[in-house]
């Protein structure tokens, strides 16, 4: 679908560090979503690219979207982050945890998650 091609223009944008870029097609991606959790993941990708810019205040819009999208977005991103932690896996944590960040970053948890994995080495190569 378009959503999906919209996410993966945005994930390659990211990775060339066009930041602004990739915010405004993981937006694209989340107005093009097929259904509300796949809308709300986008929007959580947007909250988290926007946060990487410092903009707390599109993080906060694109977070409050993804939340009223889907209820239970945070909780499922942080049993993500936590099953990544069981098999140490290290950047998959890491991923887990700036998503789950963009959309609660003073959820007690969210702050519990942090110290575990920056606790942690980095991935083998």
């Known amino acids: 679908?378009?959503?999906?091609?919209?996410?993966?223009?945005?994930?390659?944008?990211?990775?060339?560090?066009?930041?602004?870029?990739?915010?405004?097609?993981?937006?694209g991606a989340a107005e093009s979503g097929r259904d509300r959790e796949t809308s709300?993941?986008?929007?959580a990708h947007a909250a988290r690219v926007a946060?990487?810019?410092?903009?707390?205040?599109?993080?906060?819009?694109?977070?409050?979207?993804?939340?009223a999208l889907d209820a239970h977005l945070l909780s499922a991103q942080t049993r993500a982050c936590q099953a990544e932690l069981l098999v140490k896996s290290v950047s998959g944590a890491r991923a887990a945890l700036t998503l789950i960040q963009a959309l609660a970053p003073r959820d007690l948890v969210?702050?519990?998650?942090?110290q575990k994995v920056a606790a942690l080495p980095d991935d083998p190569p």
């Open 51 to 67: 946060a990487a810019r410092d903009d707390d205040g599109r993080r906060q819009t694109h977070a409050s979207r993804a939340l």
């Open 110 to 114: 969210v702050l519990d998650l942090a």
């Open 1 to 27: 679908t378009f959503a999906w091609a919209h996410f993966d223009r945005a994930r390659l944008l990211e990775h060339a560090d066009r930041f602004a870029d990739a915010e405004a097609a993981y937006k």
């Open 40 to 43: 709300a993941f986008f929007w």
